[in-house]
């Protein structure tokens, strides 16, 4: 029924003004009940959860499920850099309401009192806490429990006195809550007894095990040298070289972090609380099964896996390796260098020469693959003394240079076979390496396997021509080169070289002649034999009166010159540098036999 103005009373009006949209006492009074059932009741000071509503360059908004809304600074939020709305976090009420009618939170209380919350209860639990030193102090470190700063004296870091502590500035480290003070909110805690629980445990632990016993253990961590075993309580190291029977560059090739494994105990120090465990040892050793193919005199194929100066490791199978030696490489009787030829990961053929099962060791060879030169038929014949060959300098040294006539067959050119006149004080001077050079057979020794070689037979000794040119009484021009202290040797025509004895150096002007000095001299002495010329400066010159000033000054008869004859102390100086030039001859030929004896051994 429709109301008109006529039905309309004072009394409703008052009743619609006084609650609102006409509702009564009762049925206000039920939706204010319905209202406050949907908020949540709150206490001041305490940590509630909360819901992020919005985000600004300068707050975060929080929805506690208050009748408003709570904002708490964004610096609090460092720690969260993906926060976003819809997020919950927990938050610390400061007051119900400010004076905009908001409620005041705090996100760094709220941790601030969820950390005295857990400190509280690991020191009623005696339970071990993480925390971050986060600075010296004096007496000790001050670390980080969560917000909470705590000290930790430096008598409770370790068992033994701790002299650095900024060692361990900015590093974690475990800790057990010693004492709290909550008045002053001081908290002091303790690595030291940590310590000593985990000695006792570990002692306990050890104490039971003995070696040779089996035991199963988690892999912990991995290093380069091996790997931790975590054996409940205690941890135990498995070295590489006890991993697997084959070698490994590194445990994780076989083993992965967390994987549970069987061990044996392999070794025991109670006193350094310290366990040396092995897998290997659980299978038997590869030696004791050796594979029927591996025989001397079979080819084996293999991956080499170390390289030394005296030769190369070849893993025939995983356990098992064997010793290539740098004189099985090459049937060339210089040695090259193992690097020059092989590297590690080569995968290669070689042939089993010895098998030691006592010692566990097995030689190869690769010169095996290929016939011996030394055996093809006529060889004797084609590298018979005084036949002329061509060659390649393989290798240089201070007695000489090895030179490859063909693969497999090197001869010796020794420093004295390289020039008739010329003296060489190295090889080098003269030779280069990878030079092609024609030489001549001068020795074939076949027991030995050797070939002596010379350059300066190609050609006559042309000390049968210099014999008539040197005479003796002949005068030369010559350039001091070189003194010592009995004389000083004598550069000449045609590249040969003399002596003069220090006493007949002396000038006309009676100075003693200076090395580079270019002068006349007289020879005095010609031997083809020995390959010396000795010469004298003194009867190279004249004096103005026409007679002798000093014995072994020259006579002028006219036109005619006549050489001073050689004195006694001359004749014991020649004597004296022959020997030592006999001397130096026959220890140059001896270490050239020791030299090429290492060079094929």
């Known amino acids: 029924m429709k109301e008109t103005a006529e039905d309309f009373t004072w009394d409703q009006a008052t009743t619609a003004t006084k609650f609102g949209f006409g509702y009564t006492d009762e049925e206000r009074a039920e939706l204010v009940k319905l209202y406050e059932e949907t ?18 360059k300068r707050d975060i908004i ?6 408003s809304d709570g904002s708490i600074s964004l610096s609090e939020f460092r720690d969260m850099p993906d926060l976003k709305p819809g997020d919950a976090v927990e938050v ?6 400010n004076a905009k009618g908001q409620l005041v939170l705090s996100r760094r209380k709220a941790k601030l009192m969820r950390a005295w919350e857990a400190i509280q209860e690991a020191a009623d639990n005696n339970e071990v806490i993480e925390s971050f030193v986060k600075r010296k102090t004096k007496g000790g470190l001050i670390v980080d429990l969560a917000g909470v700063e705590a000290f930790l004296p430096g008598s409770q870091i370790d068992i033994k006195p701790i002299r650095d502590f900024d060692a361990f500035v900015g590093k974690p480290i475990d800790v057990t809550i010693i004492k709290i003070n909550h008045i002053t909110d001081n908290v002091i805690v303790s690595h030291k007894t940590i310590i000593e629980k985990s000695l006792v445990r570990q002692s306990s632990i050890i104490s039971n095990l003995e070696r040779g016993q089996i035991l199963e253990g988690i892999i912990k961590n991995m290093a380069s040298f091996g790997a931790f075993i975590d054996l409940g309580g205690i941890d135990g190291l498995l070295h590489i070289t006890d991993i697997v029977w084959h070698k490994i560059k590194h445990p994780e090739e076989v083993l992965k972090l967390g994987q549970k494994v069987k061990v044996v105990v392999i070794d025991l120090d109670e006193g350094k609380k310290r366990i040396a465990l092995g897998m290997k040892q659980l299978t038997p050793h590869p030696w004791e099964n050796l594979p029927a193919f591996i025989q001397i005199g079979e080819k084996v194929k293999g991956r080499i896996t170390k390289i030394a100066d005296y030769g190369a490791f070849m893993e025939i199978i995983p356990g098992i390796e064997g010793l290539i030696h740098v004189s099985e490489i090459s049937w060339s009787q210089y040695s090259k260098r193992v690097q020059d030829v092989l590297r590690v990961g080569d995968e290669i053929e070689a042939v089993i020469l010895t098998i030691n099962r006592e010692e566990r060791k097995i030689s190869l060879g690769i010169k095996q693959l290929t016939k011996d030169p030394w055996t093809k038929e006529g060889l004797q014949q084609k590298y018979a003394v ?11 040294t201070h007695f000489g240079a090895l030179v490859a006539l063909e693969e497999g067959i090197d001869g010796l050119l020794h420093i004295s076979d390289l020039s008739w006149t010329r003296k060489i004080n190295h090889p080098a001077d003269v030779l280069k390496l990878g030079d092609k050079i024609e030489l001549v057979v001068l020795e074939n020794d076949k027991e030995n396997r050797r070939l002596a070689l010379g350059l300066k037979q190609l050609q006559e000794d042309p000390w ?14 010559g350039t001091i080169i070189k003194k010592i202290d009995k004389g000083a040797f004598i550069e000449l025509p045609h590249g040969l070289e003399g002596f003069v004895p220090k006493r007949h150096l002396i000038k006309e002007d009676g100075q003693e002649a200076a090395v ?10 010609f031997s083809k034999a020995n390959k010396r010329i000795v010469l004298v400066h003194a009867p190279t010159f004249k004096k103005d009166k026409g007679s002798l000033e000093g014995e072994n000054h020259p006579r002028n008869t006219g036109n005619k010159m006549e050489a001073a ?3 006694l102390a001359d004749v014991e100086t020649l004597a004296t540098l022959k020997q030592q030039l006999e001397a130096e001859k026959l220890s140059s030929q001896k270490r050239t036999q020791q030299e090429v004896a290492k060079q094929t051994e």
Do not use: W
């Not at 908020?39 to 600004?56: A, F």
């Not at 929080?62 to 009748?67: E, H, T, V």
């Not at 610390?92 to 309401?97: A, G």
């Open 62 to 67: 929080i929805d506690i499920g208050a009748k």
């Open 92 to 97: 610390y009420i400061e007051e119900q309401e």
């Open 516 to 525: 580079h000095e270019k002068l006349d001299f007289q020879v005095i002495e």
């Open 565 to 567: 004859k050689p004195t």
């Open 386 to 396: 005084g036949t002329k060959h061509t060659g390649i300098i393989r290798h240089i």
């Open 464 to 477: 049968d021509v210099y014999k008539e040119t040197f005479q003796v009484d002949s005068i030369h021009s």
């Open 39 to 56: 908020l949540t009741p709150i206490n001041k000071y305490e940590v509630v959860q909360g819901t992020v509503v919005s985000i600004n």
